[in-house]
């Protein structure tokens, strides 16, 4: 067990507190820049106009539209400042945003809304028509379109904001639905306070900070990992409607962030950008990156240009900021998470819930005020001592830090010997002829399970019946041999959901192809 440091205090007792805080200490500082790839940036929108815009929503909702206090109100569009602002003023009303995965088919749109039966759905041009035709349902939400939403009246008898909302929800994010219904986790305006405390503090942020924003505000990874808690110190944020490597490269050689947040695509999609080597990366400090494990190759192009790549661990239900590996060891534990935030209590669990020995793997479980209690509409979604149990799998160093080994579910028991396909696909992603690799379990009579690798390799690879011997030679002395995949499968890509999270289920579906021995 990870005995924890004290929680952080929060920044403010309420989400209107911290806005009114901001643009009463920093009122003219730029807050917002919104972008479009290829179009001309918005004007940027200082604390002073953010609080504004974000009481006049509040107003126009309420008088207009009749959002009330626990109403929900769900976002369909690109990311976009007046996002964030909606954000601010739903938490005004005591009301919840709901973010729509704008990647979703609309089948599984629909069935977000009937779960959360937002009273009204905001859209943004490019998903006019989607929104029109998701709100003609019966029983559909009220329609309303970004240029419709009335951002600069004055407003008047708004009613006052609750001194302290802290167990006031205000954010509704569906889960990525990689082994199931998608369930959208509650977040309160305590636990985003409480993420953004954690994560400015273990980031440096500052109000001197410029964080370019480029991922989805529609995942908590976008909004919370860096977007909301640059806000709460000050910061300025360069929010762009959309990832694009040549957009984000531009932004970087002229606008000179100090950080941004990116994932293992987008890591990759710059590292092989051809502007890549001629794009002055001296304003990053650090680059930080959402996900359990990081590829080696992009992650090294970065360290070899002098920016540190830094990891952060979480998941919809934990803020996401829970487990962090800081700058200053970004190259010395490569592959690591890193340590536990500050206020985070972590317990690494076997099947049966105990605690398991030092250097064991056990199941991640997370007990902290970021984590959300319950799914909507009121399903708990951590035990009865608050813990929330991740289904990932991970071992503690003798320093403290914590790698992720895999997934519970895709745990492979072969001759009764444990394999966590992680551990295969972080060696095979260093050979130079992998792009992308998956390990996944495959039923057998004579082991129980075994081991199956499915490679995206370059183009020069080679082909033939014996294509895969390259990489089992390099597993020679590297992996003990029970734990080689006994099968190889050479895809185009690898199936991922809109978050760029593979699907092994999906993939298992390709385990007829032939067999390479």
Known sequence: MFTPSTPLPLPAPSLTALLRGLAT?????????????????????????????????????????????????????????????LLFALARLGAMLVPLNHRLAPAEWAAVLADCAPRCLVHDAAFADAAISLCAAPGGPLCIALRDLNTRATPN??????????????????????????????????????????????????????????LPLFHVGGLCIQTLPALSVGAHVLLHSRFDASATLQAIATERPTLTLQVPATL??????????????????AVWAGSSVLPPAPVAAFHARGVPVCNVYGSTETGPFSIALPPEHAVSHAGSCGWPAPGVEVALRSPLGEVVAPGEVGELCL???????????????????GFFHSGDLAQQAADGSYTVVGRAKDMIISGGENIYPAEIENLLLQHPLVVECSV????????????????????????GSDWAAPFQRFLDGRL??????????????????????????ALKTLLDAPAVE
């Open 25 to 85: 200490a920093r009122p003219d500082a730029p807050a917002l820049s919104g972008r479009e790839p290829g179009q001309d940036a918005l004007p940027p929108l200082s604390y002073a106009g953010l609080m504004q815009q974000a009481d006049a929503l509040a107003q126009d909702l309420a008088a207009r539209w009749g959002i009330q206090a626990s109403d929900r109100v769900a976002w369909l569009g690109l990311n976009h400042p007046t996002q964030i602002a």
């Open 367 to 385: 007990r902290a005020p970021n984590v959300v209690r319950r799914y909507w509409p009121d399903r708990a979604a951590c035990d009865a001592d």
């Open 268 to 285: 990759k999609a710059l590292t092989e950008h051809a502007w890549w080597t001629a794009t002055d990366l001296s304003c990053l400090r």
């Open 157 to 214: 008898a708004l009613p006052a904001p609750a001194t302290d909302a802290t167990d006031l929800g205000v954010l509704l994010v569906y889960t990525s639905g990689t082994t199931g219904a998608p369930k959208a986790a509650v977040h309160t305006q305590g636990n985003l306070l409480a993420n953004m405390a954690m994560a400015a503090q273990v980031q440096g942020l500052t109000a001197s900070d410029t964080v370019l924003t480029v």
């Open 440 to 463: 996944v379990g495959q039923a057998d009579a004579r082991w129980g399970e075994v081991a199956v690798a499915v490679l995206v390799l370059q183009p020069d690879a080679p082909v």
């Open 480 to 505: 003990a041999r029970y734990k080689w995949p006994r099968r190889w499968l050479r895809v185009e890509a690898l199936p991922k959901t809109a978050l760029g999270k593979v699907q092994k289920a």
